[in-house]
């Protein structure tokens, strides 16, 4: 049974930084590309980040230069480290995650976990 648990996410000013953390279990987790969707109240699904399995990386252009994204192999973990954070930011982060080598640039992931909210206040 694949699971995805989020954690990390919280209130925080504008400006200011969060790291969500994913932490896999049930799959081959380096062999999956892993991504972080977001979705804010009364909007669609939204793609923020991807790290292939080879370890490249994309991103949205909202996510460019503020947010990074990284996996740890060993710990079957995948990380979003958030800086400069905006109001326009606040959205439920998801983890995902799709068996495949390619880049994930969009939200049609295989498996996904619960969410984490995170709130930037201006």
């Known amino acids: 049974q694949v699971q995805l648990v989020e954690s990390g996410g919280g209130l925080v000013q504008a400006g200011g930084s969060l790291r969500l953390s994913c932490a896999a279990s049930?799959?081959?987790?380096?062999?999956?590309?892993m991504g972080w969707i977001r979705q804010a109240p009364g909007k669609e699904r939204e793609f923020v980040a991807t790290i292939s399995r080879s370890g490249g990386t994309y991103y949205a252009d909202s996510a460019k230069g503020r947010f990074t994204i990284s996996r740890d192999n060993a710990q079957n973990t995948v990380y979003l480290q958030m800086n400069s954070l905006k109001p326009d930011d606040t959205a439920v982060y998801y983890c995902?995650?799709?068996?495949?080598?390619?880049?994930?640039?969009?939200?049609?992931?295989?498996?996904w976990g619960q969410g984490t909210q995170v709130t930037v206040s201006s």
């Open positions: 995902a995650a799709k068996y495949t080598t390619a880049v994930v640039t969009h939200t049609l992931y295989d498996y």
């Open positions: 049930g799959l081959s987790f380096s062999g999956y590309a």
